[in-house]
């Protein structure tokens, strides 16, 4: 008897042993499915670079997953610990479950460590793998972006070398065509060198203008570009400050753009072309502040425009970028070299005080600094910048026409909000305006008690700071009291979540941000793909505007007005350039655009 129980209850056991593996899988399979779809929000978080955002996904998914794994090495490499990128990643390769976008990412943090690691020939395999788990155009166009950017920055001697150790043909591909460019010299016909190369890559999946700004065009064909008349859009941002606070914050968490050398940058575009050319034609040279502390990625996303802008247009000449370091000393040197060195063109510096050098300066071409200075210029000498003064004065406009009186300011305790206090406070008091009060808040220890209610607010608040100190101190306020704000105050992601409490306000900003669905905004949207949201998108848009500036400004006795990135820019009767922002609204669906210029 007691046999035969034994055997039952052993028979019972195999039986629930059965019944729990035929169980497993489906369990295993809801688990993936839900890990997955933590892993995407995750990786939605890093593309506008919230790595909090992306913990918390990371924390909700099963540490025994493969997509903790995926997730935390796609983290590292966006902080740059690229030890726990390869340690967490490397392992993960060989694993046939990983596809689409979690596979795409696993490879390009990979490359993207292996770079750091000055292993250019894995970062480039990994870069290859990483495109073609790709299928969406726009993330294969910033992927080639990214794959240009590794090879632009070796030398002839590197690319010999790699060429010589690649095995694989579509790495193989890749050099030759960084070699191709490289040895472009004057006199060369881009559309020739090109089409050699692909006569011995025709199934290679690289375009020339993705990767390396180069544009390629039949010699008989006459291709239609948008000129500065025909693209729309509206704005401004703090380049007369050029705050470095903001700036350093947002450069902080970005890749270098490339490897500097003295006082010019290596980089250069050649852009000459049998085709017509809608675009300058002379050489150019970029002052930008590659070696300013914490300007690194303002002078990428300025770079990045203005080359985006000169492939558009198929631009003639060469583009060449020398770094400046802020110190008004060496900025005229700096200068005079780009003359040297061929320039008939000057866009930069950016800095205030390299660009105060300048303008008091004569210049033999024409030249624009980025940074708006409303001082005298010497002829052929013009300033554009993203400055808090013009967004101050359309915003005391709009609020002065409204029939508003009085207006109660509400800072942080950070410099650029104390430039935006004071540029509002003089603008409005010489408007007849009455500024009831300025407080300075801390939201740290902030009470709703600090801030004025009803009436005693006046006709309007006037928020002052980052879109940080907005959420903070807004649920603090009077919600019947009209409010506003500058462009800082919009994190430039039309729905987020985190600016649940921010419904009301009405705040000025660039098109590029305010209206991204516009027809003539598309060609450049590719380049700017890999920039974060907000302020480097604000100086990306600078950089494109640069470019139609300088086409306009090239005929000083026709009417300028260019329908640009960064606002509707005019030339008043004193010679300065304006421009006209666009309005937004922080609704209960997200930021809508008000009023386009």
Same mark, same amino acid.
Request: some cysteine; hydrophobic content about 40%; proline content about 5%.
């Given at each position: 008897?007691?046999?035969?129980?034994? *055997? %039952?209850?052993?028979?019972?056991?195999?039986?629930?042993?059965?019944?729990?593996?035929?169980?497993?899988?489906?369990?295993?399979?809801?688990?993936?499915?839900?890990?997955?779809?933590?892993?995407?929000?995750?990786?939605?978080?890093?593309?506008?670079?919230?790595?909090?955002?992306?913990?918390?996904?990371?924390?909700?998914? &099963?540490?025994?997953?493969?997509?903790?794994?995926?997730?935390?090495? &796609?983290?590292?490499?966006?902080?740059?610990?690229?030890?726990?990128?390869?340690?967490?990643?490397?392992?993960?390769? &060989?694993?046939?479950?990983? +596809?689409?976008?979690?596979?795409?990412?696993?490879?390009?943090?990979?490359?993207?460590?292996?770079?750091?690691?000055?292993?250019?020939?894995?970062?480039?395999?990994?870069?290859?793998?990483?495109?073609?788990?790709?299928?969406?155009?726009?993330?294969?166009?910033?992927?080639?972006?990214?794959?240009?950017?590794? %090879?632009?920055?070796?030398?002839?001697?590197?690319?010999?070398?790699?060429?010589?150790?690649?095995?694989?043909?579509?790495?193989?591909?890749?050099?030759? %065509?960084?070699?191709?460019?490289?040895?472009?010299?004057?006199?060369? *016909?881009?559309?020739? +060198?090109?089409?050699?190369?692909?006569?011995?890559?025709?199934?290679?999946?690289?375009?020339?203008?993705?990767?390396?700004?180069?544009?390629?065009?039949?010699?008989?064909?006459?291709?239609?570009?948008?000129?500065?008349?025909?693209?729309?859009?509206?704005?401004?941002?703090?380049?007369?400050?050029?705050?470095?606070?903001?700036?350093?914050?947002?450069?902080?968490?970005?890749?270098?753009?490339?490897?500097?050398?003295?006082?010019?940058?290596? +980089?250069?575009?050649?852009?000459?072309?049998?085709?017509?050319?809608?675009?300058?034609?002379?050489?150019?040279?970029?002052? %930008?502040?590659?070696?300013?502390?914490?300007?690194?990625?303002?002078?990428?996303?300025?770079?990045?425009?203005?080359?985006?802008?000169?492939?558009?247009?198929?631009?003639?000449?060469?583009?060449?970028?020398?770094?400046?370091?802020?110190?008004?000393?060496?900025?005229?040197?700096?200068?005079?070299?780009?003359?040297?060195?061929?320039?008939?063109?000057?866009?930069?510096?950016?800095?205030?005080?390299?660009?105060?050098?300048?303008?008091?300066?004569?210049?033999?071409?024409?030249?624009?600094?980025?940074?708006?200075?409303?001082?005298?210029?010497?002829?052929?000498?013009?300033?554009?910048?993203?400055?808090?003064?013009?967004?101050?004065?359309?915003?005391?406009?709009?609020?002065?026409?409204?029939?508003?009186?009085?207006?109660?300011?509400?800072?942080?305790?950070?410099?650029?909000?104390?430039?935006?206090?004071?540029?509002?406070?003089?603008?409005?008091?010489?408007?007849?305006?009455?500024?009831?009060?300025?407080?300075?808040?801390?939201?740290?220890?902030?009470?709703?008690?600090?801030?004025?209610?009803?009436?005693?607010?006046?006709?309007?608040?006037?928020?002052?700071?980052?879109?940080?100190?907005?959420?903070?101190?807004?649920?603090?306020?009077?919600?019947?009291?009209?409010?506003?704000?500058?462009?800082?105050?919009?994190?430039?992601?039309?729905?987020?979540?985190?600016?649940?409490?921010?419904?009301?306000?009405?705040?000025?900003?660039?098109?590029?941000?305010?209206?991204?669905?516009?027809?003539?905004?598309?060609?450049?949207?590719?380049?700017?793909?890999?920039?974060?949201?907000?302020?480097?998108?604000?100086?990306?848009?600078?950089?494109?505007?640069?470019?139609?500036?300088?086409?306009?400004?090239?005929?000083?006795?026709?009417?300028?007005?260019?329908?640009?990135?960064?606002?509707?820019?005019? +030339?008043?009767?004193?010679?300065?350039?304006?421009?006209?922002?666009?309005?937004?609204?922080?609704?209960?669906?997200?930021?809508?655009?008000?009023?386009?210029?």
């Amino acid at each position: 008897m007691i046999q035969l129980q034994l *055997s %039952l209850l052993s028979n019972i056991g195999l039986i629930a042993s059965m019944a729990f593996s035929l169980l497993l899988p489906a369990h295993t399979a809801v688990a993936d499915e839900a890990a997955e779809t933590q892993f995407s929000q995750g990786m939605a978080c890093l593309r506008v670079h919230n790595s909090e955002c992306a913990q918390l996904a990371l924390q909700r998914i &099963n540490s025994q997953s493969l997509y903790a794994d995926l997730l935390a090495g &796609n983290i590292a490499a966006s902080t740059g610990d690229t030890d726990s990128v390869l340690s967490l990643l490397l392992p993960l390769q &060989n694993d046939a479950g990983l +596809r689409g976008e979690a596979r795409a990412s696993l490879h390009q943090s990979l490359g993207i460590a292996y770079a750091a690691q000055q292993q250019p020939l894995k970062a480039l395999e990994q870069y290859t793998l990483s495109e073609a788990a790709l299928s969406e155009p726009a993330a294969i166009a910033a992927q080639q972006q990214r794959t240009g950017r590794l %090879l632009a920055s070796l030398s002839r001697e590197d690319l010999m070398q790699m060429s010589s150790d690649a095995t694989d043909k579509v790495m193989q591909g890749w050099i030759a %065509l960084a070699l191709t460019i490289s040895d472009i010299e004057s006199g060369d *016909s881009v559309n020739t +060198r090109l089409q050699q190369w692909r006569a011995h890559h025709r199934e290679h999946p690289a375009q020339p203008e993705y990767a390396f700004g180069i544009v390629a065009v039949a010699e008989t064909t006459e291709t239609a570009i948008p000129s500065a008349i025909d693209l729309e859009g509206s704005a401004a941002h703090q380049g007369d400050e050029a705050d470095q606070e903001t700036a350093g914050q947002q450069s902080a968490s970005m890749e270098s753009a490339g490897q500097l050398s003295g006082l010019a940058l290596t +980089r250069e575009l050649d852009q000459r072309h049998l085709a017509a050319s809608t675009g300058l034609d002379g050489d150019i040279a970029l002052l %930008l502040p590659y070696e300013t502390e914490g300007y690194t990625a303002v002078a990428d996303a300025i770079e990045r425009g203005f080359i985006a802008a000169h492939s558009q247009a198929h631009g003639l000449g060469k583009v060449r970028t020398y770094a400046t370091s802020g110190d008004v000393l060496e900025i005229r040197p700096i200068y005079q070299q780009a003359l040297k060195e061929g320039a008939s063109l000057v866009v930069g510096p950016v800095t205030r005080d390299e660009v105060a050098v300048l303008q008091g300066d004569a210049h033999p071409v024409l030249t624009l600094g980025l940074n708006q200075n409303v001082a005298a210029a010497p002829p052929l000498f013009h300033s554009y910048g993203l400055s808090i003064h013009s967004e101050v004065t359309q915003l005391v406009r709009m609020a002065r026409d409204a029939g508003m009186q009085s207006a109660t300011i509400i800072a942080s305790n950070s410099p650029l909000a104390q430039r935006i206090s004071t540029s509002f406070k003089d603008q409005w008091l010489a408007q007849g305006g009455e500024v009831r009060d300025t407080i300075v808040v801390d939201t740290d220890s902030t009470t709703s008690a600090l801030i004025p209610q009803g009436s005693a607010a006046g006709d309007l608040y006037l928020i002052a700071g980052d879109e940080q100190h907005a959420r903070a101190v807004r649920p603090l306020m009077d919600r019947a009291t009209p409010t506003f704000a500058l462009s800082h105050s919009f994190s430039g992601i039309l729905q987020d979540p985190l600016d649940a409490e921010l419904i009301g306000i009405r705040f000025v900003d660039i098109p590029w941000l305010l209206n991204p669905n516009n027809p003539a905004y598309q060609p450049y949207k590719a380049a700017a793909a890999e920039l974060p949201p907000g302020e480097m998108q604000r100086w990306f848009a600078l950089g494109v505007d640069a470019y139609q500036l300088l086409l306009a400004l090239q005929q000083p006795e026709r009417t300028l007005l260019l329908q640009g990135l960064t606002g509707r820019i005019t +030339r008043n009767p004193q010679g300065e350039l304006e421009r006209n922002l666009a309005t937004g609204t922080y609704t209960s669906t997200g930021v809508s655009a008000e009023t386009l210029p």
